[in-house]
């Protein structure tokens, strides 16, 4: 019987060997960023030192190549996505425009995954439109108002509610980061209006793609003091607290949803789209921010009570000419926008909120649209835009939570609120760049308080503040940019 040849002159190994030598980069990537290569690459060196039949050497090169593809077809997290594999080149960092957007109600709705289902869900945090519920449609919140800066996002964002030791806590603060996610902006394609789409896994029993759902502790005006994670960090009392969803950027180019809510979307990969999702849009992240001093208790979700289910919801209905605008200023033009403001926006454009920046929240799952609206807007509110050092406000008759603040001098903030539970104890927190200053009032039997908070005079820019009573189930927000 002739000897059996060595294993290495097998068509197989040899053009698996020829792989390894040309380099990493034909070897496919793990989405957790750890080289699945590592694995292969050991059974090949195992191989060549023995001296199996050729039978046995052609079952394990099968197994080695198997083990590859089975790890390298795995979605981009934990949620099923028919994706190809995001790796941490795939989400770039630079930003082409921002939505900033305030809370608007608390409720366990969903309307994606249980549309027209009130109470159904787990309990999700609002931002953006005033006028969501279980029910809505994307022509109801284009014709609604909005908290967020630009009045032309008329979207709703959701995400599942943080529990910090088994409560309710909301974030001073939603921002949705828009980005052209490839260099060759042409490409692109507007969102198209009334799409929804979700991200990360709500039923995750194991960290996620941190790349995708994830956390992290940010000082503002010098960035991440933690960078993102799978897992919730310590940010200690200085630094804010953030969790993000970054969401899938390729549409099948049909459907504005899918039975499972997912399998119209994909991540791109390499910044190219798949075949089944040849429609590459701006891709989203959604992030809630928390004041600083967050983190010092256990931190968790209302999805399945765990720090693991981190996901979030996006329904389209941004105006489309707003849409098209930024589309062509910001992303076509190779413009990074970042926080829009007037004095970025195209031209024409203002960011002027028609529903103000009142929030309103722990609405119960049967509260109606109209108890809604009443409840957001015609509460007496300030515009960040009208804050110039001056502290001038607007009112209008109050029925629902909401604060005002006023620069008295450049160490002192006065804060008014109204709406609040009467003959209550309330909390007001401002925070600066990277510090906070608290101060517990008592709300009168109308539901409105005064107090006057000291500030250090090295504060600059923008100081936002959020009161809340009943250990935090009503809340209001605002911020304030300082002369």
Same mark, same amino acid.
């Given at each position: 019987?002739?000897?059996?040849?060595?294993?290495?002159?097998?068509?197989?190994?040899?053009?698996?060997?020829?792989?390894?030598?040309?380099?990493?980069?034909?070897?496919?990537?793990?989405?957790?960023?750890?080289?699945?290569?590592?694995?292969?690459?050991?059974?090949?060196?195992?191989?060549?030192? +023995?001296?199996?039949?050729?039978?046995?050497?052609?079952?394990?090169?099968?197994?080695?190549?198997?083990?590859?593809?089975?790890?390298?077809?795995?979605?981009? +997290?934990?949620?099923?996505?028919?994706?190809?594999?995001?790796?941490?080149?795939?989400?770039?960092?630079?930003?082409?425009?921002?939505?900033?957007?305030?809370?608007?109600?608390?409720?366990?709705?969903?309307?994606?995954?249980?549309?027209?289902?009130?109470?159904?869900?787990?309990?999700?945090?609002?931002?953006?439109?005033?006028?969501?519920?279980?029910? +809505?449609?994307?022509?109801?919140?284009?014709?609604?108002?909005?908290?967020?800066?630009?009045?032309?996002?008329?979207?709703?964002?959701?995400?599942?509610?943080?529990?910090?030791?088994?409560?309710?806590?909301?974030?001073?603060?939603?921002?949705?980061?828009?980005?052209?996610?490839?260099?060759?902006?042409?490409?692109?394609?507007?969102?198209?209006?009334?799409?929804?789409?979700?991200?990360?896994?709500?039923?995750?029993?194991?960290?996620?793609?941190?790349?995708?759902?994830?956390?992290?502790?940010?000082?503002?005006?010098?960035?991440?003091?933690?960078?993102?994670?799978?897992?919730?960090?310590?940010?200690?009392?200085?630094?804010?607290?953030?969790?993000?969803?970054?969401?899938?950027?390729?549409?099948?180019?049909?459907?504005?949803?899918?039975?499972?809510?997912?399998?119209?979307?994909?991540?791109?990969?390499?910044?190219?789209?798949?075949?089944?999702?040849?429609?590459?849009?701006?891709?989203?992240?959604?992030?809630?921010?928390?004041?600083?001093?967050?983190?010092?208790?256990?931190?968790?979700?209302?999805?399945?009570?765990?720090?693991?289910?981190?996901?979030?919801?996006?329904?389209?209905?941004?105006?489309?000419?707003?849409?098209?605008?930024?589309?062509?200023?910001?992303?076509?033009?190779?413009?990074?926008?970042?926080?829009?403001?007037?004095?970025?926006?195209?031209?024409?454009?203002?960011?002027?909120?028609?529903?103000?920046?009142?929030?309103?929240?722990?609405?119960?799952?049967?509260?109606?649209?109209?108890?809604?609206?009443?409840?957001?807007?015609?509460?007496?509110?300030?515009?960040?835009?009208?804050?110039?050092?001056?502290?001038?406000?607007?009112?209008?008759?109050?029925?629902?939570?909401?604060?005002?603040?006023?620069?008295?001098?450049?160490?002192?903030?006065?804060?008014?609120?109204?709406?609040?539970?009467?003959?209550?104890?309330?909390?007001?927190?401002?925070?600066?760049? +990277?510090?906070?200053?608290?101060?517990?009032?008592?709300?009168?039997?109308?539901?409105?308080?005064?107090?006057?908070?000291?500030?250090?005079?090295?504060?600059?820019?923008?100081?936002?503040?959020?009161?809340?009573?009943?250990?935090?189930?009503?809340?209001?927000?605002?911020?304030?940019?300082?002369?």
């Amino acid at each position: 019987m002739p000897r059996p040849r060595p294993e290495r002159s097998h068509p197989a190994v040899r053009a698996a060997t020829r792989k390894r030598t040309t380099g990493d980069r034909q070897w496919p990537r793990r989405q957790d960023g750890v080289g699945s290569h590592t694995e292969t690459a050991r059974r090949l060196r195992e191989l060549r030192r +023995s001296r199996k039949p050729l039978a046995a050497t052609v079952v394990a090169s099968i197994i080695a190549l198997l083990s590859v593809v089975a790890i390298t077809s795995q979605p981009a +997290s934990a949620a099923d996505f028919p994706v190809l594999s995001p790796r941490a080149g795939d989400f770039p960092k630079r930003v082409n425009f921002v939505a900033v957007c305030s809370v608007t109600k608390r409720a366990p709705d969903d309307p994606i995954v249980f549309p027209g289902q009130p109470g159904r869900s787990h309990d999700h945090t609002f931002s953006g439109s005033l006028v969501i519920n279980a029910n +809505s449609t994307a022509d109801e919140l284009l014709r609604g108002p909005t908290n967020c800066t630009n009045s032309g996002d008329k979207s709703s964002y959701w995400m599942p509610t943080l529990l910090v030791n088994g409560k309710p806590r909301l974030p001073y603060q939603v921002r949705a980061y828009y980005r052209a996610a490839t260099r060759d902006t042409k490409q692109l394609h507007a969102i198209p209006f009334g799409l929804k789409m979700l991200a990360g896994d709500m039923m995750a029993t194991s960290p996620q793609n941190a790349g995708i759902a994830g956390f992290q502790c940010r000082i503002e005006g010098r960035g991440a003091t933690v960078k993102k994670q799978s897992l919730p960090p310590q940010c200690g009392s200085k630094a804010l607290f953030e969790m993000s969803v970054t969401f899938p950027n390729c549409w099948d180019g049909k459907n504005l949803d899918s039975s499972d809510h997912r399998s119209h979307m994909s991540y791109a990969s390499g910044s190219k789209c798949d075949p089944a999702h040849p429609v590459q849009i701006p891709q989203l992240t959604l992030a809630e921010r928390f004041e600083p001093g967050t983190t010092s208790g256990k931190i968790t979700l209302s999805a399945m009570n765990s720090p693991l289910t981190l996901h979030a919801d996006f329904f389209n209905a941004w105006d489309p000419r707003s849409l098209d605008a930024l589309m062509k200023y910001c992303i076509y033009a190779h413009r990074f926008c970042e926080t829009v403001s007037d004095d970025r926006m195209p031209p024409g454009m203002k960011t002027t909120t028609p529903g103000g920046r009142t929030t309103s929240v722990t609405a119960p799952a049967t509260t109606s649209t109209t108890e809604t609206m009443r409840s957001t807007s015609n509460a007496e509110v300030v515009s960040p835009h009208d804050h110039h050092g001056s502290g001038h406000n607007s009112k209008s008759s109050v029925s629902g939570p909401a604060i005002t603040l006023k620069e008295v001098d450049s160490t002192t903030i006065r804060v008014h609120g109204f709406g609040f539970p009467a003959d209550k104890r309330g909390k007001v927190v401002l925070s600066g760049r +990277s510090a906070s200053r608290s101060a517990v009032t008592k709300i009168d039997r109308k539901g409105h308080f005064t107090v006057s908070l000291d500030i250090p005079s090295s504060w600059a820019g923008i100081v936002r503040a959020q009161a809340t009573a009943k250990s935090g189930s009503v809340y209001a927000g605002n911020e304030l940019r300082l002369s």
